[in-house]
């Protein structure tokens, strides 16, 4: 039997924070928003099939975790629903992309954290991360690691994203919400932080910062 809450949101992104165990795995749900009139106003179709990868405080790469078959290829990882406990290193080029509306669920364990290895560019197209209850670390960019980031979520972070010393951020009109601080950028020992950082958005669709105690931070460590 499963507990939790499931919410929809209107963009499309579904969370879903539940225990317990599906009676009959692979269900295909629907749900439907209506309004007064009885009229079908949005409508979601989804399957409940969480991949939980890693242990708490323990170490896992992506390349292992694809191996494994919990992480899909980098060529064909649209639509997934995974939770990751522990630190989750991405050792591997890798997209997590969309299609058919399809999008893409990562649930942060408790105090768990994501790094973006050197030399390695992890891409986060329509991306809903965040806890269910608790408080994760981080998502974590190593020197010379490249991370992009287009219309997704992050929230229940302590930091959501820590930037190297040097490397490459870029974010397309993405919302950074109830996190303790959305965004640091913080040199070693008050060396410059020579990381590129690119918010890209408009109107209709910019970069937001709301609902956390800092929003973003520069500067250098002491």
């Given at each position: ?19 317990g ?18 009229a ?33 290829p ?73 991370m ?15 930037l ?9 009109a993405?919302?950074?919400e ?45």
């Amino acid at each position: 039997m499963l507990t939790g809450d499931i919410v929809l949101y209107s963009d499309g992104f579904i969370s879903l924070c539940l225990e317990g165990t599906e009676q009959i795995p692979g269900t295909v749900y629907t749900m439907r928003i209506v309004n007064e009139l009885g009229a079908v106003a949005f409508e979601k179709t989804f399957t409940i099939s969480t991949k939980v990868i890693g242990a708490a405080n323990q170490t896992t790469y992506a390349s292992d975790a694809i191996d494994n078959g919990d992480l899909l290829p980098a060529g064909n990882s649209n639509g997934q629903h995974i939770r990751v406990e522990g630190t989750l290193i991405f050792d591997v080029n890798y997209h997590f992309g969309w299609s058919d509306h399809v999008l893409t669920e990562i649930i942060m364990g408790d105090n768990a954290s994501i790094e973006v290895g050197s030399d390695t560019r992890l891409v986060m197209d329509r991306v809903l991360v965040h806890g269910c209850d608790t408080r994760w670390d981080k998502i974590l960019l190593q020197p010379e690691a490249e991370m992009q980031v287009c219309v997704s979520i992050f929230r229940d972070a302590k930091k959501a994203i820590v930037l190297g010393e040097v490397g490459d951020f870029k974010s397309i009109a993405s919302l950074y919400e109830d996190n303790l601080i959305g965004l640091e950028s913080v040199g070693a020992q008050n060396n410059k932080n020579d990381t590129d950082i690119h918010f890209i958005g408009n109107n209709w669709w910019p970069n937001i910062f709301r609902n956390g105690k800092i929003g973003i931070i520069f500067g250098s460590a002491p």
